[in-house]
């Protein structure tokens, strides 16, 4: 914590609005970047299973017109009196002539007879003998089955080759055909679905491995890898038709069909790198939409800061105007505590002066109580005080009003003694004594009686103060007329009784000229301030 607080507010404020914004983005990222990875890697692979199976089929549809080609061939009259000694070279010439015209992708057709010799060429591929007597050897494996096998050379060449026996229902072999089919014929047909954008490559393999024809020239070679050749085997046997596997230090995504007319395998390998690609420009993509929220965030954290600061510096100006303005009022609470001790200290020392000096007991009381009721009214705090307490500073006040007014009032006390710890609001009787001394003897010559009552009443307390003088108009009070006794006011009080007690409490004021005022407070039980 302490290193923290070294840090300043407007870095720490930074630091963590750029928190709260960019962290849960760049989380986001990283999620939304794996996830896209797994879901791109699923969809390409279900899109390449899909291409291979459409492209294995038109491989097997153009194979199958090719072994049309060749059945077509090897039962006809002139081939068959060809291949058994009855020769007819310019009838059999002409007669595959004529069934292999219109065949684009048929580079050669090659007939030869049990000793392996070429009794029919069309002379434009230029296979070895020694290729010859391997493809023979082929075909005499496959026995009534196609074989296929890739002839290399300048051009290359898928081979299709057929041992012909006698026609019709004969056993006995009479030659063999082979077909060489050029390249171009796959190469067009990988060019139907292009897997290149993710540098991938189409192979078309035989059982044992062998490169048939691929998208990238690699034929008549054994397949680039035992190990993942094994691997398509393995995958074929737990009925996948996809995995990923490292070759020569290179992730694929290997994706395979079986064709168990052919018995080929195609198969499609797109590096991993090619398909990270795709994340990767997702990535950058996130990698830019988090530096232009990193801006935005950026931004807003200044302004929002700003913003703070001005408010920071207007509440700190405020504290210490207030810090101020609190000393002052210290200072002034300080002055004002020792004024009121000069005061009492000055009262004490006129009466003790008027004791010694033999003056009339009258003015001994009158210092004594003037000095109980500043006390109580400047040192007490308490907004609630008892009643006895409220009773003593109203007798403190009859004492200094009869030196004031020579003895003009008589104060008489009716009060329950059981109600005197009952709290009440401070001075809440005395402006109404001082409303029954200065206005009920007012005009008049005789000595009034003035009287104070506080009695239990259902709910509450009654506290009363009536006076038998001169009295007032009861519409002075209805016309909001207000009757300032020492600077506060029955308003004033009705004010503060309502504020502690409610609307059930107020004052009551009822006068009648020459005949005298009753004020009323009723104060409901279980209230306080």
Not at 232 to 255: D, I
Request: aromatic fraction near 8%; hydrophobic fraction near 40%; glycine fraction near 8%.
């Amino acid at each position: 914590m302490k290193i923290i607080r070294r840090v300043s507010v407007r870095t720490r404020l930074l630091t963590a609005l750029l928190c709260v914004s960019i962290v849960p983005a760049i989380l986001i990222g990283i999620y939304a970047s794996q996830v896209y990875s797994e879901l791109f890697t699923g969809e390409l692979s279900d899109f390449t299973e899909q291409a291979i199976r459409i492209l294995d089929a038109e491989l097997n549809a153009e194979f199958r017109r090719y072994k049309q080609v060749i059945d077509t061939v090897s039962i006809s009259h002139e081939v068959q009196n060809g291949l058994t000694g009855r020769r007819g070279d310019i009838a059999l010439k002409r007669a595959v002539d004529q069934i292999v015209l219109r065949r684009d992708f048929l580079r050669d057709l090659v007939l030869l007879d049990t000793d392996g010799a070429v009794i029919y060429s069309t002379g434009v591929a230029s296979v070895p003998p020694s290729s010859l007597d391997l493809l023979i050897q082929l075909a005499d494996e496959a026995s009534s089955s196609d074989s296929f096998y890739y002839i290399g050379g300048t051009s290359g060449n898928l081979t299709m080759g057929l041992k012909i026996f006698k026609y019709p229902l004969g056993s006995e072999p009479v030659g063999y055909i082979l077909a060489f089919i050029n390249d171009a014929l796959t190469n067009e047909i990988f060019s139907r679905v292009s897997i290149g954008t993710f540098g991938g490559e189409f192979f078309l393999l035989t059982d044992d491995g062998f490169v048939l024809a691929s998208s990238s020239g690699l034929s008549g070679t054994q397949f680039m890898n035992h190990n993942l050749f094994a691997e398509v085997l393995a995958a074929e046997s737990e009925g996948r038709e996809s995995f990923a596997s490292n070759v020569n230090g290179t992730y694929y995504l290997v994706v395979f069909s079986r064709s168990e007319e052919n018995h080929t395998y195609l198969l499609a390998m797109i590096p991993q790198l090619a398909i990270q690609e795709g994340t990767r420009q997702v990535g950058r993509q996130l990698l830019i939409l988090a530096a232009v929220t990193t801006a935005v965030c950026v931004a807003l954290s200044i302004l929002i800061y700003s913003s703070v600061a001005a408010d920071f510096g207007d509440m700190t100006k405020m504290h210490i105007a207030d810090q101020r303005r609190k000393r002052e009022l210290e200072l002034e609470a300080l002055q004002y505590q020792i004024n009121p001790h000069f005061l009492f200290n000055t009262l004490g020392t006129l009466k003790w002066a008027a004791v010694i000096n033999k003056a009339p007991p009258i003015i001994s009381e009158g210092l004594t109580s003037l000095s109980k009721l500043l006390q109580n009214v400047l040192l007490n705090k308490d907004e609630m005080i008892t009643l006895r307490e409220e009773l003593s500073n109203l007798e403190h006040y009859f004492t200094i009003q009869k030196i004031r007014y020579a003895d003009c009032f008589e104060v008489v006390h009716e009060v329950d003694e059981a109600l005197l710890e009952n709290p009440v609001p401070r001075l809440v009787l005395q402006p109404l004594a001082e409303n029954a001394v200065l206005h009920g003897s007012e005009g008049g010559t005789r000595q009034i009686v003035i009287t104070v009552r506080c009695q239990s009443l259902e709910g509450g307390i009654l506290l009363e103060i009536k006076d038998n003088g001169s009295g007032f108009d009861p519409a002075l009070l209805q016309r909001g007329s207000e009757m300032q006794l020492s600077g506060i006011g029955l308003s004033n009080v009705n004010e503060r009784l309502k504020l502690y007690y409610g609307a059930e409490s107020g004052l009551d004021i009822r006068s009648e000229v020459d005949v005298g005022t009753v004020c009323r407070i009723f104060i409901p039980e279980k209230q306080e301030a």
